[in-house]
Structure formats: C-alpha cells, structure tokens
C-alpha cells in the first residue's frame, strides 16, 4: 500500500514538474515552491523525541536481556573452543544445545524489539500526521505555496527553499 501511495507520489510529482517546465520562464518565476521532508519534520518534533525517551526506557530491562544472552552465548562458545578437545560427548553436546537454546532466545527478544519498535513508529506516525497536515495546510495558506513537494520526491532542491524546520517548528507549538 505504501509502495503504491509512494509511487502515485512519485507520479504525481514527475507530471507536475513536467507541466510546469511548459511554463515560460516569467509564468514559473510567479510559481511559489517549496519542498518539506515529512519525516524529518515529525521526527525532529519536541513530542516524538520525549516518545522515543520513553521507549528507551520502556525498552531498556530487555535490552539488558539481549546484551546478557549475547555474553552467555559468547562465553559458552569459548569454552567449547577452549574445552572441546577433553568434554566428554554428552557434555559437548549439552554446551552445543545450550548455545542453541541462547541463540534462539536472543533472536526472539531481538525480533520482539524490533516490533515494539515498528509499533513505536507507526503510534507516533498515527499521532502526529494530523498536526503535519494541518500545519502544511496553515502554511501553504498563509505563505501562498502553489507547489509543496515532498523532498525525497525531487532530484534536487535548493535549501532555501525547503520548509521541514518550519513545519517542526510549527507543530511543536500546537498543543
């Protein structure tokens, strides 16, 4: 769905830019652009860096996990390197075992947290697009934009006329 949406975008983008180089150079000098990126606006925003504080810290026990099983993992690798040779059979393959065991415990935790954090992603995404469009649609109405593109929509740009801080700016101050 996305990769649709992205694609119309990118669709939407391509004939618009070809439309206006129809343009005479006086009519496009008349053209008002700009270009935001979305993401970096809502992620550099005063809300989403408390919310990621907050998933750090939600999940920081786990992390702790993930770090201890890799030392687990690590330690016992070593010893069946050091040992192997002299364990019996049945030992060797109780370290083997443990190891696997470690393994597979480390790639569910793994696995769990990187789910946290795509539903992480997608909450604060969810949360702040409402306030993005209502701040993109205020300032294309009081700066007069004919044209906002999405940056990562255009081969190039320049800074002066790209309005992402404006846009972070404008939604930290909406409570």
Known sequence: MNSKRNLNRVFSTTLIAVMLSFFSQAAFAEVKVAVVDQLAAIANTKEVKSLEKKFEVEIEAEKG?????????????????KEGDVMSAAESDRVQSDI???????NVLIKKLQN???TAQQEI??????????????????????????????????EKYDITDKVTSSIDAIK
């Open 116 to 118: 946290r954090n795509q």
């Open 125 to 158: 995404i969810r949360t702040l697009s409402p306030k993005f469009k209502e701040v993109m649609e205020k300032i294309q109405k009081d700066e007069n934009y004919d044209l906002i593109l999405e940056r990562r929509a255009t081969l190039w740009a320049n």
């Open 100 to 106: 696997k065991d470690k393994q597979l415990d480390r």
């Open 65 to 81: 996990k993930l770090v201890a099983l890799s030392d687990e993992i690590t330690e016992l690798e070593k010893r069946l390197q």
